[in-house]
């Protein structure tokens, strides 16, 4: 079975597991604009940019130039950033599309960099299932404050809200590796570290990243 | 949130830590959180090992998950932020003027 941390330092808790689980089984399936081969292939060129590869790797053929631009810059550049650059790629693929590669490759940093933390190899890509995109368009995002459109104000929170399923898709992250985004009220939550400890090591993650969240 | 929870929890806390290594944030095992992160995000395997190590040592193995628990998190959440163009709010910005020159964050240029 997926993510069984072989040699890993340190035994993962369940909720840990079955999250990858599910994040490996939507990167296999059609998403909101991509097929499940084209989500794969993000996820491919994602990894292989961190890793100081650039371009994509062999064999992912499947997605546009654009679309390997993103994720490889997403992935390993991400500070990098600029509005210009956003809206350039927008051109290319529109909004939603760019979204969906945001989604998958900032997950896929997240799942990489647990591995990375507990001393696990990282897990192989799923097979890619077949289907087709559904193309679910939400009808309550407009431009706003961010670079992207969204629904509601422009917040972290909101951020992929333009494709449902990334959003949802991030929240689900957010809490077996993290808090909740309700548990992120209580300051003084002490697990397997103190709610400072958390939040030193969250504040020199975003430090060495050069983000101000 | 780093601010806020050792304000409530009283744990002394020098946010200088966050950005100047040379500099002791005063939370418990602090430094040995520091080292982990900057091995997990920039270090090599050997390096990484003996983090680790140092994690599981002081920590123990649910120290080790929640602290790369919380690395990835962040990953994936710079990631979303920086890509998406979230801004900070003015009432940030003007909350924070203090502690932000403190650590020294006002140089990342896409504030």
Same mark, same amino acid.
């Given at each position: 079975m997926s993510f069984d941390f072989a040699g890993s330092a340190a035994e993962v808790r369940m909720d840990i597991r079955r999250l990858f689980r599910r994040e490996w089984d939507r990167l296999a399936l059609a998403g909101t604009w991509w097929n499940g081969t084209e989500r794969g292939d993000i996820a491919r060129v994602a990894r292989r940019s961190r890793s100081g590869g650039s371009g994509a790797p062999p064999g992912t053929s499947s997605v546009p130039g654009a679309a390997i631009e993103a994720a490889g810059r997403v992935g390993s550049a991400p500070a990098g950033i600029r509005r210009e650059w956003v809206e350039g790629i927008a051109r290319d693929l529109g909004f939603p599309r760019y979204i969906e590669i945001v989604g998958i490759t900032s997950r896929l940093a997240?799942?990489?960099?647990?591995?990375?933390?507990?001393?696990?190899?990282?897990?192989?890509?799923p097979e890619p299932e077949p289907?087709?995109?559904?193309?679910?368009?939400?009808?309550?995002?407009?431009p706003g404050a961010g670079w992207v459109p969204m629904v509601g104000g422009a917040s972290i929170t909101q951020a992929l809200s333009l494709v449902n399923a990334e959003s949802t898709a991030q929240e689900d992250m957010h809490g077996p590796l993290y808090l909740t985004y309700e548990g992120m009220a209580h300051l003084d939550y002490v697990g397997g570290l103190s709610r400072a400890q958390m939040e030193l090591v969250a504040a020199r993650t975003s430090a060495i990243n050069e983000c101000f969240y | 949130m780093l601010r806020a929870s050792a304000q409530i929890t009283t744990v002394p806390f020098d946010p200088r830590g966050i950005t100047d290594r040379s500099v002791d944030p005063l939370i418990p095992k602090g $430094?040995?959180?520091?080292?982990?992160?900057?091995?997990?995000?920039? $270090?090599?395997?050997?390096?990484?090992q003996t983090s680790r190590a140092a994690v599981l040592d002081e920590l123990g193995p649910? $120290?080790?998950?929640?602290?790369? $628990?919380?690395?990835?998190n962040f990953e994936m959440m710079n990631r979303i932020a920086d890509a998406t163009g979230i801004p900070v709010g003015q009432g940030t910005l003007k909350r924070t003027a203090e502690w932000r020159e403190l650590v020294g964050i006002d140089q990342f240029n896409h504030l």
């Open positions: 997240a799942v990489d960099t647990f591995h990375t933390g507990i001393g696990a190899e990282f897990e192989p890509f289907g087709e995109p559904s193309h679910a368009e939400e009808p309550f995002a407009r | $430094g040995i959180l520091l080292d982990f992160v900057d091995a997990v995000l920039s $270090g090599e395997e050997p390096a990484r649910t $120290g080790l998950v929640d602290a790369s $628990g919380v690395i990835a």
